[in-house]
Nanobody, 121 residues
Framework: EVQLVESGGGLVQPGGSLRLSCVVSGFTFGDSAMSWVRQAPGKGLEWVSTIYSYIDKTYYADSVKGRFTISADNTKNTLYLQMNSLKSEDTAVYYC??????????????RGQGTLVTVSS
């Protein structure tokens, strides 16, 4: 059974940082493209970042490029999203997902329950 469990969300002030984690099980993590997507209040799902750890490639949405960093620890079956210089518009529920969402949100095979990030003073 594929499982993805996110953690690390919370309330942070504008300009602050957070690191999200996603522990996965039920599939070969290192062989899979993995993505972060998010859903802001009242809006649709938005792609954030994808990592292809088996070829050492990462991709980012323009809205987060230069501020967010995606990484993967294959020894821990864990996906990370380091978020710096956070803005109010980054407020959303963040989901990790199995699949190459950079090529389309429909490419996600599975995703976790999400973790809420609130950026506010």
């Amino acid at each position: 059974e594929v499982q993805l469990v996110e953690s690390g969300g919370g309330l942070v002030q504008p300009g602050g940082s957070l690191r999200l984690s996603c522990v996965v099980s039920g599939f070969t993590f290192g062989d899979s493209a993995m993505s972060w997507v998010r859903q802001a209040p009242g809006k649709g799902l938005e792609w954030v970042s994808t990592i292809y750890s088996y070829i050492d490639k990462t991709y980012y949405a323009d809205s987060v490029k230069g501020r967010f960093t995606i990484s993967a620890d294959n020894t821990k079956n864990t996906l990370y999203l380091q978020m710096n210089s956070l803005k109010s518009e980054d407020t959303a529920v963040y989901y990790c997902g199995k699949g190459d969402a950079d090529l389309g949100l429909d490419n996600l095979d599975a995703r976790g329950q999400g973790t809420l990030v609130t950026v506010s003073s």
